[in-house]
T-cell receptor
Framework: DGGITQSPKYLFRKEGQNVTLSCEQNLNHDAMYWYRQDPGQGLRLIYYSQIVNDFQKGDIAEGYSVSREKKESFPLTVTSAQKNPTAFYLC?????????????FGPGTRLLVL | SQELEQSPQSLIVQEGKNLTINCTSSKTLYGLYWYKQKYGEGLIFLMMLQKGGEEKSHEKITAKLDEKKQQSSLHITASQPSHAGIYLCGADGPLHGNKLVFGAGTILRVKS
């Protein structure tokens, strides 16, 4: 079955620690995205990647980093510089970013701070 | 500020009743997407609208985009408990930098 997987489902971060969220897709999509969702707010774009080895900052990139070494994978690292990391993180992919291409979402990772 | 306004923020309906959720944009909508989300889960794609006056249906859910392409509505007929969840609208296009921006979502509860 084609789809997007995210792991882990829950992740706990200690003060000063970097953590990495995994996102994998087997849809052969070129574009991948990371969003953050907070209660009562819509999704906000953190980073996106249009092609392997290339990525751009979204609206709230500070405190986060990404890599895109493989087409299938787009991991997100939440660094210690992100002072309010508790949120629900969603990964998505689309065929490309030319506009009006449907984005398909993974099941999400909930990050909590200890 | 939010570029997409959804209303209502939440609603509770009796099973079997109809309901409508609205999504209004401050800019012309080029691509308008409706997603459904169960709490703590990912977004499920429902429908995408592009043309003014366009209307699409899937089972008991109908989405419309107005002629001016600044407002979309999602209508559910004869609601069921399985319809409960969060409904989000999203929009893309050159006026949004070709990135998808989302409304805050509408929480729907269906009472049996």
């Amino acid at each position: 079955d084609g789809g997007i997987t995210q792991s882990p489902k829950y992740l706990f971060r200690k003060e000063g620690q970097n953590v990495t969220l995994s996102c994998e897709q087997n849809l052969n999509h070129d574009a991948m995205y990371w969003y953050r969702q907070d209660p009562g707010q819509g999704l906000r774009l953190i980073y996106y990647s249009q092609i392997v080895n290339d990525f751009q900052k979204g609206d709230i990139a500070e405190g986060y980093s990404v890599s895109r070494e493989k087409k299938e994978s787009f991991p997100l690292t939440v660094t210690s510089a992100q002072k309010n990391p508790t949120a629900f993180y969603l990964c998505a992919s689309s065929i490309d970013t030319s506009g009006s291409e449907t984005q398909y979402f993974g099941p999400g990772t909930r990050l909590l701070v200890l | 500020s939010q570029e997409l306004e959804q209303s209502p923020q939440s609603l509770i309906v009796q099973e079997g009743k109809n309901l409508t959720i609205n999504c209004t944009s401050s800019k012309t909508l080029y691509g308008l997407y409706w997603y459904k989300q169960k709490y703590g889960e990912g977004l499920i794609f429902l429908m995408m609208l592009q043309k003014g006056g366009e209307e699409k249906s899937h089972e008991k859910i109908t989405a419309k985009l107005d002629e001016k392409k600044q407002q979309s509505s999602l209508h559910i007929t004869a609601s069921q408990p399985s319809h409960a969840g969060i409904y989000l609208c999203g929009a893309d296009g050159p006026l949004h930098g070709n990135k998808l921006v989302f409304g805050a979502g509408t929480i729907l509860r269906v009472k049996s």
